[in-house]
């Protein structure tokens, strides 16, 4: 018989973290704050279901997290500011409504093993994680990957639409970011990557687009024909190829800045800018044919 327990569940001594062990399922929140004696293993490992938040905050011993049963959390999972915090044991996880890992600077594997393939928000940053592995959502709304100086692959080839804003910055330099079912993104903001697989499925964009600081040799968006808002590409120091041939319409900004080695520059089916065309550098050639219509 699965064992239920009631929340919320405030957590700040060892008798609380040994009353929560036999729970399978919790009804309401649980968040577990600044333990400090508690020892460096927390192991919920009966528990499989939270309908409500799971919070693990200002855990200052702790070095492991043991959910090896933990399939849904209805709310928030968060792991925020465990400064020991080595190992995330999320075997089971496939479903969350956001998670949030943030400023975990011990943790080096973010592990979905068994794929989380449900998921609205995701937010890591301030971690050493090399890899985010197991992402297996379709759709998700937001996602924020910020900070994560030795993080060199993100792998969301499943992912095919992204309802809010995609930031991707301020990683590993040496980052690979694949995203090559993508066909819908309301905003991205792409900085700081190696390589981007991806964007060749997407038609429209419904905010902004940004590539900044990246250190790729070659941007093609082959398929884009409109974007709302706008498109800047700056600062992208080995960038040698940008190929927009399908865009036709921005509603903001098109700003290109400071692509150092990027000598020309052609949007064959470029119509109508609403905002400023803001071009520059040193180039051979900036051929805009189609542009009759700049506000």
Known sequence: ???????????KSNQDVDA???CQV???????????????????SQLQQVHGDLVFEGNGDLTQVVLASLKQVDGKLAFQNN????????????????????VEPALHAILFPSGLSQIDALTVTDTIATKIEGLTTSKIKDVHIANNKYLK??????????????????????????LSS??????????????????????????????????????SLPNITQIAGTLTVSNN????????????????????????????????????????VDITGNFDKVALPSLVDVR
């Open 20 to 22: 929560l062990r036999n």
């Open 83 to 102: 400064r020991q915090l080595e190992r995330l044991d999320l075997t089971q996880l496939t479903s969350v409504q956001s998670l949030d890992i943030s």
């Open 26 to 44: 919790v009804e309401g929140s649980i968040v577990i704050q600044n333990l400090s004696s508690y020892g460096d293993i927390i192991n919920l």
């Open 237 to 276: 120091l080995q960038l040698k190829n940008l190929s927009v041939p399908q865009l036709q319409l921005l509603g903001g900004a098109l700003s290109l800045a400071n692509n150092t080695q990027l000598s020309s520059v052609d949007v064959p089916k470029l119509q109508q800018v609403d905002g400023t």
């Open 182 to 219: 993508l066909s819908n993104i309301y905003q991205g903001d792409f900085r700081d990557l190696a390589q981007l697989v991806g964007l060749n499925k997407v038609h429209q964009i419904t905010g902004d687009l940004s590539f900044v600081s990246n250190s790729f040799s070659s941007l």
């Open 1 to 11: 018989s699965s064992s239920s327990c009631t929340g919320p569940i405030q957590v």
């Open 153 to 178: 692959d993100i792998n969301m080839n499943h992912l095919q639409q992204v309802n809010g804003a995609m930031t991707i910055a301020a990683n590993s330099p040496n980052l690979t970011l694949d």
